[in-house]
């Protein structure tokens, strides 16, 4: 057979990332702990390639290289982000569409904040995006209880402890004061994914959360999305994003 004519190979790692089942790294530790097989042969060698017509198989199960998807999705307040609950209340799975494959959310939004959750079966882009590495930017309109002083918000904007450590500083835009409500309102940019992050660092200051909505992630925006509404990502956006996180195109 010509150099030409040889089939196309890739390390089994890859292969197992490809399938949708989870991120590359992940699919190193699936070969390291003997769980993954190659033409019925268990596999442990990180470097291991294999071919097109090579039948990988991991727990017993053949994989196939799936169709990869890239949503944005508004997240409504009130539905957790996980696909099963087992206290039954209703999660993010009752919003997304049928393709075959499992969609998985990228992050958390807790179950009273709404707004902007990317949802993929790319389980490398995934990993990627929630890396702090990449540090992309998370926006939210915050409405909180009381007036918040400029002393306050400079707090939130040099870094505030929460939970044993020191948040990264946070870029604040104030918004406007109800008065009728005593609330204020303003947006909140952040880099990290501290779990409640936003909210702790409110409480933090005095001023617990009201409402809170994410309306950015990266150059992606909320605007245009209703609550439960899904938007497949163009390759254009999908490009952009994967260039954001050190993804080819």
């Known amino acids: 057979m010509s150099k030409r004519e040889a089939p196309e190979l890739e390390r089994l790692h890859v292969r197992i990332a490809h399938s949708g089942l989870c991120s590359r790294r992940a699919a190193e ?17 990180l470097g291991h390639k294999v071919g097109p017509e090579d039948v990988v198989k991991v727990d017993g199960i053949t994989i196939k290289e799936a ?5 944005l999705f508004h997240k409504p307040a009130g539905v957790v982000t996980t696909l099963f609950d087992p206290q039954n209340r209703p999660t993010i799975k009752g919003y997304l569409p049928n393709y075959g494959v499992q969609l998985k959310p990228v992050g958390r939004l807790d ?9 993929t079966n ?11 590495r990449y540090g992309l930017e998370k926006e939210y309109q915050v409405i909180v209880k009381g007036y918040p002083q400029e002393k306050d918000i400079d707090k939130l904007r040099k870094g505030i402890f929460i939970e044993g450590g020191k948040t990264q500083p946070a870029h604040v835009e104030f918004g406007f004061v109800d008065d009728r409500k005593e609330t204020t ?6 880099k990290e994914g501290r779990k409640r992050q936003v909210r702790l660092m409110c ?4 001023h617990p959360v009201v409402k809170l909505t994410r309306i950015r992630i990266g150059p992606f925006l909320l605007k245009g999305l209703s609550p439960g509404e899904c938007r497949l990502m163009g390759k254009q956006d999908l490009d952009k994003l994967r ?3 050190g993804l080819d195109v």
């Open 29 to 45: 530790k699936l070969i390291q702990e003997a769980r993954v097989e190659v033409n019925d042969e268990v596999i442990v060698e």
């Open 67 to 71: 169709k990869l998807y890239t949503l």
């Open 111 to 119: 179950k009273d904040t709404d707004g902007l959750l990317i949802v």
């Open 122 to 132: 790319d389980g490398e882009l995934a990993l990627r995006v929630t890396h702090p």
């Open 185 to 190: 309102s303003f947006r909140m940019t952040i």
């Open 203 to 206: 409480e933090a200051i005095g």
């Open 243 to 245: 260039k954001l996180v």
